[in-house]
């Protein structure tokens, strides 16, 4: 649905990205990484059509950003990190207008628009001035100038910045709904959004590519070291060091309550090692299980 | 076509829910109401004092001694409104980020540029529609000519238009209105004055001075009743450069 080859954007001497390469499919909700100034809004710029990259290809549904922009952008919506507001329209009028620049068939665009507004949950305000309205609301005629048109293809620059917590759950079940028909790009800097709705993830820094694969993957890959927990009935002092004098161990960390984190090096399943060591020095040993890393973990590791 | 009639309604809601058109217009409109009286007792003195003389009242004419200078100033007014009628008009949208959806919408650059020009435009023409009870006014207590009258009102709305193109060149360069107006009104007052020259410098060069300025050899003939071609073409090409550059402007923004 979307392919990225070695995109690359300059900014006179300043380089935006450099060699992204990526693609998503269809149906896919794909969440976009990175610190600020890495090149997110840079990459979503470009394949919005917003401007054209100083090489490289990327492709929306076939279509070229660059040669066949217009086609491109009739099947895009895409919601900036301002969303683009004529603060003098109301909702009504502005949705309207955009509704015609997009391109919708005229008998078309009343039930378009107004599809929008109730997913976005905008009757309240429909016929308030833009101005007048709260962030909170303003985001979501951003988000429904975006899905107006029913693209193919959504691409969202930071879509719950600035809500109120209780927004927030709101648009990510409403982002969560729209992934069922929509291929979404969905850029943010909250790790727990990507991990509730996004089923692969893109990880970019310094404008370069650090990491493009699922979740599950990511977890096991960048783990350098694999890392278990057990649970000890009776602990007695000094049980941390024991195991840290075993072979293959990196750390051991007491968490309390008879809780452990062992962190292994890499390569080395020492799990049996602990276990019999526990087992034979009495310790009771109740519980032990591989801990796998949070995404937070692996997007500071492969940041840093 | 039916992008650039979008944009143009939208602009046009723009100017009329913000009060940009209303204290443009209020402005204009005064200033010209002010100079059509003050010129118009002038006259109606001197017209007293001629009427000593049948000589002196054959010079007396409606058409030379009213309408011209009326008409003159009302562009020297236009020199200092169109600026501010052009100057948001692309630079607004660049500092509010609303060409973000402009750019990414199916739209041409040539169909956001046009839709914006006409609609600043329309707004000029309806601002000049309260004027025409000036000559409604001296049709019921004189009789001028009507030709030249007719030829005025096309001649300034030309010349409004080549104005207000100027205007949306300079807006598209910044996202500063400030910048855009003070620019457009500073290209505008030059190619005002570069005719005043055309006397004093030697003969090729003087009427090329007078051809180039957008009053000397133009304004000036519709305001005497002449409607010529080459005045035409003058003020769309003016026109048509102006919308030309900005959208190079916008262009090579994007490229950049």
Known sequence: ???????????GEHVGIQDITFNVDKGEVLGFLGPNGAGKTTTMRVLSCYMPPSSGIARICGFDVFEESLEVRKKVGYLPEHPPLYLDHTVMDYLMFVVEI???????????????????GLGEVKNRLIANLSKGYKQRVGIAQA?????????????????????????????RALGSDHTIILSTHILQEVTMLCKRVVIINRGRL?????????????????????????PPDGVADSIRALEGIKDVEDSGNGNFIVEMLQGKDTRELI????????????EMKPVSLSLEEIYVKLIA | MRNV?????????????????????????????????????????????????????????????????????????????????????IAEEKKLGTIELLYTSPLRLSEIITGK????????????????????????????????????????????????????????ITENQMVAGVSAFGILLLLWVLGWAKQSVDPPYGDILGYLSLVEDHYENFLKGIIDTKDIIYYLSVVFFGLFLAQRVLESRRWR
Request: aromatic share 10%.
């Open chain 1, 1 to 11: 649905m979307i392919e990225v080859i070695n995109l690359v954007k300059h900014y």
């Open chain 1, 102 to 120: 997009k391109g919708v068939k005229k008998d078309k665009r009343r039930v378009f628009l107004d599809r929008a507004v109730e997913k976005c």
């Open chain 1, 147 to 175: 899905l107006i048109h029913e693209p193919e293809v959504l691409i969202l620059d930071e879509p719950t910045i600035g809500l109120d917590p209780k927004q927030i759950i709101e648009i990510r079940e409403l982002i």
């Open chain 1, 210 to 234: 650090v990491a493009a694969d699922s979740r599950e993957q990511l977890s096991s890959q960048a783990a350098g070291v694999t890392r278990v927990s057990f649970k000890l009935r009776k």
């Open chain 1, 275 to 286: 276990a019999s060591t526990i087992v034979k020095n009495g310790w009771g040993l109740l």
């Open chain 2, 5 to 89: 009639f979008y944009i143009m309604r939208k602009e046009l809601k723009s100017y009329f829910t913000s009060p940009v058109a209303y204290v443009i217009g209020g402005i204009f409109l005064s200033i010209a109401g002010y100079f059509f009286y003050s010129i118009l007792t002038f006259f109606s003195l001197l017209s007293l004092q001629y009427m000593q003389s049948p000589y002196m009242m054959n010079n007396l004419n409606l058409n030379e001694m009213l309408i011209r200078p009326l008409y003159g100033n009302m562009g020297v007014i236009l020199l200092f409104i169109a600026p501010l009628l052009s100057m948001r008009i």
């Open chain 2, 117 to 172: 020009f006409l609609a600043a435009l329309s707004v000029f023409i309806i601002i000049l529609i309260p004027t025409l009870e000036y000559p409604v006014v001296l049709l019921l207590g004189g009789n001028p000519d009507t030709g030249p009258l007719i030829s005025t009102y096309i001649g300034l709305i030309l010349l409004g238009a080549a104005f207000i193109s100027i205007g949306l060149f300079t807006s598209s």
